[in-house]
């Protein structure tokens, strides 16, 4: 078993920058594929952005890409994610997921094991 907790939500103003991170314990994630998903109330969870096992690898849904950046550190078991001018509409629950086999994936159903999120809110 994985488990998976992030950290490094709050309250930022539009412009600003945060960094979630999720660190995981039980068995090591350095050969796992992973992601961050969010979800804002009342609606679904969506994808924000992926990493191959190695790092060597990401993908990013438009709506984020060129203002976060996903990377992980194996020798610590740790993923990141740094958010850079940060809009309110990237108010959401953070969530950091790993798969149990498999590459690096869009679609959360893929993913085996989830962490219990860090809530990020962006103001105007």
């Known amino acids: 078993q994985v488990q998976l907790v992030e950290s490094g939500g709050g309250l930022e103003q539009a412009g600003g920058s945060l960094r979630l991170s999720c660190i995981a314990s039980g068995r090591s994630v350095s050969n796992r594929a992973m992601g961050w998903f969010r979800q804002a109330p009342g609606k679904e969870r969506e994808f924000v952005a992926a990493i191959s096992r190695s790092g060597g690898s990401t993908d990013y849904a438009d709506s984020v890409k060129g203002r976060f950046t996903i990377s992980r550190d194996n020798a610590k078991n740790t993923m990141y994610l740094q958010m850079n001018s940060l809009k309110p509409e990237d108010t959401a629950v953070y969530y950091c997921?790993?798969?149990?086999?498999?590459?690096?994936?869009?679609?959360?159903?893929?993913?085996?094991?989830w962490g219990q999120g860090t809530q990020v809110i962006v103001s105007s």
């Open positions: 997921a790993a798969k149990e086999v498999g590459p690096k994936s869009y679609f959360s159903r893929e993913y085996d094991y």
